[in-house]
């Protein structure tokens, strides 16, 4: 990892400074990188109508605090994890065990012990899960560098499928579980859709939050500062491996949350959502966003969310490819972001 | 404090091969025969790793990053033989033939042997004929061997017809050339003229002969295809370094950008094979060898003894390459200091644009051997990738026999592994695999001097 040549005194930029985005000639591309993605957004939902607007919406909300949580440990300790995923489908598997009510037994499918907990009783158990999860790979991981580390955080994906998919009497394997609650308070229910949208929104607002505080805490700066050389600051005697492990874990929570909503609103989950694809999707927008910036990577999942929906309106693309087709896009965007901006839209640091 | 840590490292991974072997042995005596059959699944699963691994290891040794291409080139191999071969599985059901796929590899082809052509020939005619008109050549050159290969991707019916002239001129032009080597040492001027064309004209009679026995036996055509695909996923992979990775490494040393953007390439390649192919798995066709042979109360089939085979010859390749040529010694300069290389002379661009050339064949050489032993599909390529490299790193980073034995030992403890288990907890077994090799033998089995 090394900084720009012009990094400013301040470590890090967070939402919106709106004077530093007009400050320099780098800083116009990000202030039109911004405004194009909000107003293709709401452009989007204008002409769209509001329905397909909500969906849109929750599944942004999703990726952005995935790739948010992802952000934590790429762009403040320099280590490119592409096993995110296996966090996000703990804290989904978590949630869906734990809150399905179906009777499987009828279906002469193979059949799970059901709890039918409430979603808010089963949600912080799955956030945990992740948790600890995260401390125990943390701990082996921790002493791998750069290309190394990206092989056995692949490992960590394929592992994470592998018992999604074959620990059949916990998961159900291929078949995947259903009917998983929606949040409920007493008799209040969130069933419908906009109500749906606007919790998810609530959750990644307190990840932000929590993201934010973090960063700008003292602890953020020793993040920082592990990023730009390690060696050093472990010479003035911060305990490097336990700042990093702390922020590895926290994040993985974050990723549990996330799994745990995406769980409760699709209300089925399947091992089919959480391949290696998907992590490889996650750390693509958090580079296209910018590593170490919130901004950018709520960007960044804003901008994919919109490619993976805009290119269904493109007229020359039949609708069976266009899930290809965004990966085709992505691939290239990849590409030449590494060759022309490896800070990502509105990042300051480079991988 | 670390002397300690070391010991106790050591001592856990002492205990844990112990008791490893412990369980692998009373295993054997329970079921010697399943041992044994065992053993040969182990073969023919580490073949193909261990050609994948060699690979790996040596364009990793080279340059010093990890480029996933490499995944994409091993899908590539097996699809390209799908792509040719299409219209005799399955009563080509799915038989494919897409102009845009066509286009797209003949424009490639003709722009890496455009490169070619102007990196070897340019520098020595540039004396004789203007500029102007040496370009103009070896640009009609280039377009002609392009429009060549999109007329042989068009009609993969008559492979055998349309690539018996090529290697008719390729045996004709080897025997020339590798003679013409051994007469130099024994004779020189006139004599060596006289001698050489005589050779020449024998080479005429015996290409020609090569192309008239391809053409007339149909039933080489799988064969055919292996070889076009490989070189086209060779190809490719020689056109992403030249076209994107140097200019990529002039800008930034970091090996997290070219991983990224050749992540970035693995997706869209991926993708496509998916757009043009459906991603559902699909069969490739007879090959050798389908009928298993029964050796010691175990059966292993023909094919995968020829996938030993494949990997054995291609270690001796390797090794020759690396060790007896002017080539390999350039590659292995610049493994240790490619800067140094520069400064002495080596063209490093063109040397390390023909390591990835070979590397990549040896990718989709992996793949379509793979391809052939089970069903193919689009994303094969990333977990062939992981598995090459996770037998490298086992074998020892950077250690070309450490690959071939990182491979063949990955394929053996994969296979007793799911001795007790179910099949599918393969993947999972090779990377736990990995995590311990990594945390208590960082070097692997053979590590680089």
Same mark, same amino acid.
């Given at each position: 990892?090394?900084?720009?040549?012009?990094?400013?005194?301040?470590?890090?930029?967070?939402l919106?400074?709106s004077q530093?985005?007009?400050?320099?000639?780098?800083?116009?591309?990000?202030?039109?990188a911004?405004?194009?993605?909000?107003?293709?957004?709401?452009?989007?939902?204008?002409?769209?109508g509001?329905?397909?607007?909500?969906?849109?919406?929750?599944?942004?909300a999703i990726?952005?605090?995935?790739?948010?949580?992802l952000?934590?440990?790429?762009?403040?300790?320099?280590?490119?994890?592409?096993?995110?995923v !296996?966090?996000?489908?703990?804290?989904?598997?978590?949630v869906?065990?734990?809150?399905s #009510?179906?009777?499987?037994?009828?279906?002469?499918t193979?059949?799970?012990?059901t709890?039918?907990?409430?979603?808010f009783a089963?949600?912080?158990?799955?956030?945990?899960?992740? !948790?600890?999860?995260?401390?125990?790979?943390?701990?082996?991981?921790n002493?791998?560098?750069?290309?190394?580390?990206?092989?056995?955080?692949f490992?960590f994906?394929?592992?994470?499928?592998n018992?999604?998919?074959?620990?059949?009497g916990?998961?159900r394997?291929?078949f995947?579980?259903?009917?998983i609650? #929606?949040? %409920?308070?007493?008799?209040?229910?969130?069933?419908?859709?906009?109500?749906?949208?606007?919790f998810?929104? %609530?959750?990644?607002?307190i990840?932000?939050?929590?993201?934010?505080?973090?960063?700008?805490s003292?602890?953020?700066?020793?993040?920082?500062?592990?990023?730009?050389?390690?060696?050093?600051?472990?010479v003035?005697?911060?305990?490097?491996?336990?700042?990093?492990?702390?922020?590895?874990t926290?994040?993985?929570m974050?990723?549990?949350?996330?799994?745990?909503?995406?769980?409760?609103?699709?209300t089925?989950?399947?091992?089919n959502?959480?391949?290696?694809?998907?992590?490889?999707?996650l750390? %693509?927008?958090v580079?296209?966003?910018?590593?170490?910036?919130?901004? !950018?990577?709520?960007?960044?999942?804003?901008?994919?969310?919109?490619?993976?929906? !805009?290119m269904?309106?493109?007229p020359?693309?039949?609708?069976?490819?266009?899930g290809?087709?965004?990966?085709v896009?992505l691939?290239?965007?990849?590409?030449l972001?590494?060759?022309?901006?490896p800070q990502?839209l509105?990042? #300051?640091?480079?991988? | 404090?670390?002397a300690?840590r070391v010991?106790l490292n050591n001592?856990l991974?002492?205990?844990l091969?112990?008791?490893?072997?412990?369980y692998?042995?009373?295993?054997?005596s329970?079921?010697?025969?399943?041992?044994?059959?065992?053993?040969?699944?182990?073969?023919?699963?580490?073949?193909?790793?261990?050609?994948?691994?060699?690979?790996?290891?040596?364009?990793?040794?080279?340059?010093?990053?990890?480029?996933l291409?490499?995944g994409?080139a091993?899908?590539?191999?097996a699809?390209?033989?799908?792509y040719?071969?299409?219209?005799?599985?399955l009563?080509?059901?799915?038989?494919?033939n897409?102009v845009?796929?066509?286009?797209?590899f003949?424009?490639v082809?003709?722009?890496?042997v455009?490169?070619?052509?102007?990196?070897s020939?340019?520098?020595?005619?540039?004396?004789r004929f203007?500029?102007?008109?040496l370009?103009?050549?070896l640009g009609?050159?280039?377009?002609?061997?392009?429009?060549?290969?999109g007329?042989?991707?068009?009609?993969?019916k008559?492979l055998?017809?349309t690539?018996?002239? +090529?290697?008719?001129?390729?045996v004709?032009?080897a025997?020339?050339?590798?003679?013409?080597q051994?007469?130099?040492?024994?004779?020189?001027?006139?004599?060596?003229?006289?001698?050489?064309?005589?050779t020449?004209?024998?080479?005429?009679?015996?290409? =020609?002969?090569?192309g008239?026995?391809?053409?007339?036996?149909?039933?080489?055509?799988?064969y055919?295809s292996?070889?076009?695909?490989?070189f086209?996923?060779?190809?490719v992979?020689?056109?992403f370094?030249r076209?994107?990775?140097?200019?990529?490494?002039?800008?930034?040393?970091?090996?997290l950008?070219?991983?990224?953007a050749?992540l970035?390439?693995?997706?869209?390649?991926?993708?496509?094979?998916?757009? +043009?192919?459906?991603?559902?798995p699909r069969?490739l066709?007879?090959?050798?060898?389908?009928?298993?042979?029964a050796?010691?109360? =175990?059966?292993?089939?023909?094919?995968n003894?020829?996938? +030993?085979?494949?990997a054995?010859?291609?270690?001796?390749f390797?090794?020759?390459?690396?060790?007896?040529t002017?080539?390999?010694?350039?590659v292995?300069?610049?493994?240790?200091?490619?800067?140094?290389?520069?400064v002495?002379?080596?063209?490093?661009?063109? +040397?390390?644009?023909?390591v990835?050339?070979?590397g990549?064949?040896?990718?989709?050489?992996?793949?379509?051997l793979?391809?052939?032993?089970?069903?193919?599909?689009?994303?094969?390529?990333?977990?062939?990738?992981?598995k090459?490299w996770?037998a490298s790193?086992?074998?020892?980073?950077g250690?070309l026999?450490?690959?071939?034995?990182?491979?063949?030992?990955?394929g053996?403890?994969?296979?007793f592994?799911?001795w007790?288990?179910?099949?599918e907890?393969?993947?999972?077994?090779?990377?736990?695999?990995l995590?311990l090799?990594l945390?208590?033998?960082?070097?692997?089995?053979?590590?680089?001097?």
């Open positions: 990892m090394q900084t720009n040549a012009e990094s400013s005194s301040k470590p890090t930029r967070l919106g400074n530093a985005l007009l400050a320099s000639a780098k800083g116009n591309l990000e202030l039109w911004n405004l194009l993605i909000i107003a293709w957004a709401l452009g989007f939902m204008l002409w769209q509001v329905g397909f607007a909500i969906t849109v919406g929750t599944v942004f990726w952005a605090i995935l790739s948010v949580s952000n934590l440990v790429v762009g403040f300790t320099g280590l490119l994890s592409v096993g995110h !296996g966090f996000f489908g703990i804290g989904a598997y978590t869906a065990i734990l809150t #009510r179906a009777e499987y037994e009828q279906l002469r193979e059949a799970i012990p709890f039918g907990w409430p979603f089963a949600l912080p158990v799955g956030v945990l899960l992740a !948790g600890i999860i995260a401390i125990a790979v943390g701990v082996v991981f002493r791998f560098r750069d290309d190394i580390y990206v092989l056995v955080s490992g994906a394929i592992i994470s499928f018992i999604f998919l074959n620990w059949r916990l998961t394997g291929a995947g579980i259903h009917e609650a #929606r949040p %409920a308070v007493g008799g209040w229910a969130l069933d419908d859709e906009l109500g749906f949208l606007i998810a929104l %609530a959750i990644l607002a990840v932000v939050l929590l993201s934010w505080l973090i960063v700008t003292s602890f953020g700066r020793v993040l920082t500062a592990i990023r730009e050389d390690e060696e050093a600051i472990a003035f005697g911060f305990r490097t491996t336990h700042y990093k492990l702390a922020v590895w926290i994040s993985a974050m990723a549990g949350l996330a799994g745990g909503l995406f769980a409760s609103w699709t089925f989950v399947d091992p959502s959480f391949i290696l694809l998907e992590s490889m999707l750390v %693509a927008i580079i296209l966003g910018g590593l170490a910036t919130i901004w !950018g990577s709520l960007l960044g999942a804003m901008a994919f969310v919109l490619l993976e929906e !805009g269904r309106f493109l020359f693309l039949p609708t069976i490819h266009v290809q087709a965004r990966l896009v691939g290239i965007l990849l590409v972001l590494m060759l022309f901006r990502g509105v990042g #300051r640091y480079k991988l | 404090m670390i300690q010991s001592l991974a002492i205990v091969t112990a008791a490893a072997a412990a692998v042995g009373w295993k054997i329970q079921s010697p025969d399943q041992a044994v059959q065992f053993a040969f699944n182990g073969l023919s699963v580490g073949a193909v790793y261990a050609i994948l691994a060699m690979g790996f290891t040596l364009v990793y040794s080279t340059v010093w990053f990890f480029d291409y490499y994409a091993a899908a590539l191999g699809y390209g033989v799908f040719l071969r299409s219209q005799e599985t009563g080509g059901l799915y038989a494919v897409n845009f796929v066509n286009v797209l003949a424009a082809t003709a722009g890496v455009a490169w070619a052509l102007y990196e020939l340019y520098p020595r005619f540039r004396a203007s500029p102007i008109v370009r103009a050549i009609l050159v280039a377009a002609g061997a392009g429009v060549y290969t007329y042989v991707l068009s009609f993969p008559d055998h017809l690539l018996s002239p +090529v290697i008719a001129i390729g004709a032009v025997f020339t050339w590798s003679l013409y051994v007469l130099q040492g024994v004779c020189a001027g006139r004599v060596l003229l006289g001698l050489v064309s005589i020449g004209l024998v080479a005429a009679a015996l290409g =020609a002969y090569c008239y026995l391809i053409a007339t036996t149909p039933d080489s055509k799988l055919l292996w070889g076009l695909s490989c086209l996923a060779g190809i992979g020689l056109a370094y076209g994107l990775y140097v200019y990529m490494r002039e800008r930034s040393r970091s090996p950008i070219m991983l990224v050749s970035g390439i693995l997706l869209a390649i991926t993708a496509l094979t998916s757009i +043009v192919f459906e991603s559902t069969p066709p007879e090959a050798l060898g389908n009928d298993p042979l050796i010691a109360g =175990a059966t292993i089939k023909g094919f003894v020829f996938t +030993v085979g494949v054995l010859v291609g270690f001796l390797l090794q020759f390459l690396l060790k007896q002017a080539f390999g010694k350039a292995r300069a610049i493994g240790d200091d490619e800067e140094v290389s520069k002495v002379g080596i063209n490093t661009t063109t +040397v390390i644009a023909v990835f050339f070979i990549a064949i040896y990718a989709a050489m992996a793949g379509l793979s391809g052939h032993d089970t069903a193919i599909q689009p994303r094969m390529g990333l977990l062939l990738l992981l090459g996770i790193v086992v074998g020892g980073i250690n026999q450490g690959a071939i034995v990182g491979g063949f030992v990955l053996m403890i994969e296979q592994g799911i007790d288990l179910a099949g907890w393969r993947d999972v077994i090779s990377f736990l695999l995590i090799f945390s208590f033998w960082p070097t692997g089995l053979l590590p680089r001097k």
